[in-house]
């Protein structure tokens, strides 16, 4: 039996690469996750194990936080909505919480005006690969009304 390597024996090469291949993984596995929620929510799988709500499922039974529950489902109703975002997503082009910045933001707007897919996707086209300081400005910049915009959500959320 071989004895397993520990990370402080890893080559500076091997610990960079392998560093590089789990990122990979991590993303191919957000969006598996994210295309099970959507199952899950389809067949409302969670109603049948006694959870009120897919993201009752998410905090109680799959130990998520609220937050980290409610940007996944945020993602996964985006992802739904836009299939052609998987590869971002993937790719790394999109993280979970620019996609749930973006799924916010929409809902917000579609209460002044409707968007279309096709905004929709140059909206995120705008803000893929930002910071989430950057990918805000834009949003606010994108707003019908940014002003409103920032004062309904932006200034809302604010650390403790």
Same mark, same amino acid.
């Given at each position: #039996?071989?004895k397993?390597?520990t990370?402080?024996?890893?080559a500076?090469?091997?610990?960079?690469i392998?560093?590089?291949?789990?990122? #990979?993984?991590?993303?191919?596995?957000?969006?598996? /996750?994210?295309?099970?929620?959507?199952?899950?929510?389809?067949?409302?799988?969670?109603?049948?194990i006694? @959870?009120?709500?897919?993201?009752? @499922?998410?905090?109680r039974?799959?130990? @998520?936080?609220? +937050?980290?529950?409610?940007?996944?489902?945020?993602?996964?109703?985006?992802?739904?909505?836009?299939?052609?975002?998987?590869?971002k997503?993937?790719?790394?082009?999109?993280s979970?919480?620019? #996609?749930? #910045?973006?799924?916010?933001?929409?809902?917000?707007e579609?209460?002044s005006?409707?968007?279309?897919?096709?905004?929709?996707?140059?909206?995120?086209?705008?803000?893929?690969?930002?910071?989430?300081?950057?990918?805000?400005r834009?949003?606010?910049?994108?707003s019908?009304?940014? +002003?409103? @915009?920032?004062?309904?959500?932006v200034?809302? /959320?604010?650390? /403790?």
């Amino acid at each position: #039996m071989q004895k397993k390597i520990t990370l402080n024996e890893l080559a500076d090469e091997e610990l960079l690469i392998e560093t590089e291949k789990l990122v #990979m993984d991590e993303r191919r596995l957000l969006l598996d /996750v994210l295309q099970h929620l959507r199952e899950i929510q389809k067949r409302k799988l969670f109603s049948e194990i006694g @959870y009120t709500s897919l993201h009752d @499922y998410a905090v109680r039974h799959l130990k @998520y936080s609220d +937050d980290q529950a409610a940007r996944r489902i945020a993602a996964m109703r985006l992802l739904a909505e836009l299939p052609v975002l998987a590869p971002k997503v993937e790719q790394g082009e999109l993280s979970l919480t620019t #996609m749930a #910045m973006a799924a916010r933001f929409f809902k917000e707007e579609e209460k002044s005006v409707a968007i279309s897919q096709e905004r929709k996707i140059e909206v995120i086209e705008e803000i893929a690969g930002l910071s989430t300081r950057e990918a805000e400005r834009k949003l606010i910049a994108s707003s019908v009304d940014p +002003d409103a @915009y920032r004062a309904r959500v932006v200034e809302s /959320v604010r650390p /403790v």
